[in-house]
Structure formats: structure tokens, C-alpha cells
């Protein structure tokens, strides 16, 4: 018989690892288990070294782990022991068939699901932790079912809004918890379960009960909305650069309307990120689906405003190096999607890299979390050098690129830098977290991103 009070997570990720290791700070009287089939994470889930890096992660795992936290390779005997199953594994875009390129590729959780339905020995309640696509659970349940022993599965969608390099902080005080259920008495009392466990430590009103198709679409909306917000700063950064005014101060002055407000109004190289473009994605083809062109052109429009702006920051570098940048060296501060983690995928940093390596640069990288993430993504490229130190890498540059907003970046020796780099020397500011006046005056070309550069060369 499973226990009620244990817990099983599928998917040792990005999103599982540290939502469980919160579950089982907080709920010391669950036990929580979490498996994968990648025995190396696995391995570096219980080991000193975490397969992710997460500011305030390494501490909470060491309070549980061996307590009541526990990582496995074996899914299989933890579906016997455990009554609320979460699913966290992942859901890439699709690369064949229908839907190639934009639908969410089920087939990692399909297995899970036939998994659990072939191993559970009673009811389960299975939650739907990844993002997935509008009416996903409906498809899900429908499997457990097919394939069940005879036992009935609650199927709940309760989708994760924690963003890397801040998941601690926002898995221990988000904004809001949503459970989506199926309205039925038993669908009901699953997710009576699952509220209570979140009510140990997050307020009740901010636990929202909804059906499984509005949770599941309010994950993709919130997504396409906060991506969206930043395709339009990123929008208005080229027209700043054209016309004079600064990016910066527009973001401002617009951020302060209170009904629009100053979060994710930062312009950059373009938002990364596994879940952005992704989850837009997956939304324009809901919306092809279901015969909506309009509805569906104007979301994909935020993704292809993203790839514009990662294009158009490696053209203005090529642009203002006197309009090549073979031979030249370039070095690359930052690699990762955002500060604070060393995760790369969908980082604009990759495009840029490519676009700089078409144009013959000799490219070095440096980055304090994800040159090994950057060594996979640039495997088979050569004139690519990755750099454990960041004077190092300036050394003998043409350019230095700010790529990833590391608060490090805004701290070094500026003035050492530029001694060590070829001149004219440029720094272009991908993410506006330098200060630009006193590069310029040290003697740097200086292009900021989203206002005119600060010349020497005129
Ligand atoms: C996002 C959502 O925020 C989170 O709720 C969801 O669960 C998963 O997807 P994440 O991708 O980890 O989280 O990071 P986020 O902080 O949202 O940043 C995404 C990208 O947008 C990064 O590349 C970041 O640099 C960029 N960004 C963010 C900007 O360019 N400007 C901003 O103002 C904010
Ligand atoms: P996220 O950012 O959503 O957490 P990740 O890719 O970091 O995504 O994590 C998903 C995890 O799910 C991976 O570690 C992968 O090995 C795991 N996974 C995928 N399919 C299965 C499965 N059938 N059983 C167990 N784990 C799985």
C-alpha cells in the first residue's frame, strides 16, 4: 500500500530538484523522493557537487538529504511506495513530424505515465508539474486510465513559476501557488491534498484552485507575457539606438506607471531560457490548432522580435568594428541565459557566438558558471577558447562583449582591462550593467545597448 505521505518526483531537473528539496524542508514529516533516469545526475544529486547551480540550494539539500529527501535512479519501487506522484521531466519542442518546431514533445511524459499506470498498486494522484500544452492532463488521465490495474488516478496541474537563479527565494515565497483540478468530488479532494502540503509554509490566499485547463493555459500565458514585455523594450532599444534617446530612461519612465509597471521592462541580447520560447511556441500552435492565424502571428512575433534582437547586437558589433571582425578577437563575458546560473539553454549567447565565429572572430568565453554548458553548446566549432579567468580572456582583444548580466562584470579593473586589451578597444554592453562614462573616459569605444555609443573615433 503507498503511503500518503510520500512523495515521488519524476525528473531530478532544474524545476523538480529544488521544488522538491523546498517540499522537504517544510513538510519534515513527508518523505520525498525524487528519480531519474540519468543515473550520472543521480549520482551528483547525492553527491557534494549538484548537477545545477542555484544560489541557497546546496543548504537545503544538505538539511534533507538522508532525512527525508531522497534521489534514485529506481522510479519503479518509489511508484509502489508513493500516493501523490509529481512529473517533472522535460517537454522540448518538438523536432519532427506535426507540429515540428512549435508543439511540446510529450513523448518523455507519456512514458512516465505509462510508467506509473503499469507500477502503481492503487490510486495515485499524479500531478503535472512540467508545462504543458492546454489539455494535456485531459491526455494523460486517459493513458493512466488505459493502462491501469484498475485503479483510479487524479490527475492535477500545478505549474512551476520559479525562475532560475532565484528558484529558492520564489519556491519559498511566490507570488502564487495554482492547482488545477478536474471538478469532481474526487478531483476535488486530491487537490485538498495537495493545497494542504503548500499551506504549510505559503499563505492560504495566495493558493489558488482553478479547473486543469485554466492552470495549464495560465503557465503558458504568463510566460508569453513576461517574454512579450521584453520583446517590446528590445523593439524599442533599436529605435532608441537610431533616434537618440536612451533605453534606459524610456524603460523608466514607462516602468513607473503604476498600471504598467517596472519588472521585466530590462532590455538585453534577447530573453533565453528553457521556458520562453518554448512555451510561446507551444502557444502559437495551440492557436493554429484551433483555427486562430491572427491569434496565433501575434504571439509568434515576440520570439521572432527576440531572434532580431541576438542578431542585430552581433551586427552592430561587426558593424562598429569597421565592418569586419575576421582575425579580430573577441572575448564574450558571460554565457548562461541569465545571472546567477550556469544554465545555457536557449541563451542568446549561442546565437551570437555562431553569427561572431561566421565572421571569422577568434572567440573566447568566459563565464564563472556555464563554460562547461558552453563547451557542449559549441562543441565542433573551432576558434573557440574558453577562459577560467576574465582578465585572461580580455587579454590581446579587439572586443569585449557583455553577454550575460553577472554583477561581477560591473566590479573588475576596467582600467587594467583595457591596458591588456588591442586598441581601438570596444565593449559593447549587451545588458547595460556597466558604467558607460567611465569606460569612455578610461578609453574604450563604449556601445551600450538601446543608446548611441560613446566614441573616441570621430
Ligand atoms: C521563466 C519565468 O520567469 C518563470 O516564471 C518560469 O517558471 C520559467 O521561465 P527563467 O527562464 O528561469 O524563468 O528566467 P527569467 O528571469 O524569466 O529570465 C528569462 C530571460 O529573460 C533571461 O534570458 C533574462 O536575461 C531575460 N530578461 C528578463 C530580460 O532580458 N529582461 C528582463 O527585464 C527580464
Ligand atoms: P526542467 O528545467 O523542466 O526541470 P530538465 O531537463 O532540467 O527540465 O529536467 C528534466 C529531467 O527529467 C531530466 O533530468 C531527465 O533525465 C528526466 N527524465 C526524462 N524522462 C524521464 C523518465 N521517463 N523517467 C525519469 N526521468 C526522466
Known sequence: MADKKHILCIGAGYVGGPTMAMIAAKCPD??????????????????????????GLDALVKQCRGKNLFFTADAISAI??????????NTPTKRFGTGAGKAANLQYWERCARIIAENADGPRIVVEKSTLPVRAAEMIHKILQANSNGFEFHVLSNPEFLAEGTAIKD?????????????????????????????????????????????????????????QRISSMNSVSALCERTGADVREVSRAVGMDSRIGAKFLR??????????????????????TYNLPEVAAYWEQVVKMNEYQ??????????????????????????????????????????????LLEENANLTIYDPKALENAKKDLDGYENVRFCNDPYEAAKDAHAVAVVTEWQEFAEYDYRKIFSLMAKPAFIFDGRNILDHNALFELGFEVYPLGCQELTHLK
Open 171 to 227: 519556491l519559498e515565497n511566490p507570488d502564487r501557488v495554482l492547482i488545477g483540478s478536474m471538478r469532481t468530488p474526487d478531483g476535488h479532494e486530491a487537490m485538498q491534498t495537495l493545497v494542504d502540503i503548500y499551506a504549510r509554509w505559503v499563505p492560504r490566499e495566495k493558493i489558488l484552485t482553478t479547473n486543469v485547463w485554466s492552470s495549464e493555459m495560465s503557465k503558458l500565458i504568463a510566460n508569453a507575457m513576461l517574454a
Open 80 to 89: 509502489r511506495d508513493a500516493y501523490i506522484i509529481f512529473v517533472s521531466v
Open 30 to 55: 513527508y518523505t520525498v523522493t525524487v528519480a531519474d533516469i540519468n543515473e550520472e545526475r543521480i549520482a551528483a544529486w547525492n553527491s557534494d557537487t549538484l548537477p545545477i547551480y542555484e544560489p
Open 310 to 355: 541576438e542578431r542585430r547586437f552581433a551586427e552592430r558589433i561587426v558593424r562598429s568594428m569597421f565592418n569586419t571582425i575576421s582575425g579580430k578577437n573577441i572575448t564574450m563575458f558571460g554565457f548562461a541565459f541569465k545571472a546567477d546560473t550556469g544554465d545555457t539553454r536557449e541563451s542568446p549567447a549561442i546565437y551570437i557566438a555562431k553569427m
Open 267 to 288: 532590455p538585453g541580447v534577447g530573453f533565453g531560457g528553457s521556458c520562453f520560447k518554448k512555451d510561446i511556441l507551444n502557444l502559437v500552435y495551440l492557436c493554429e
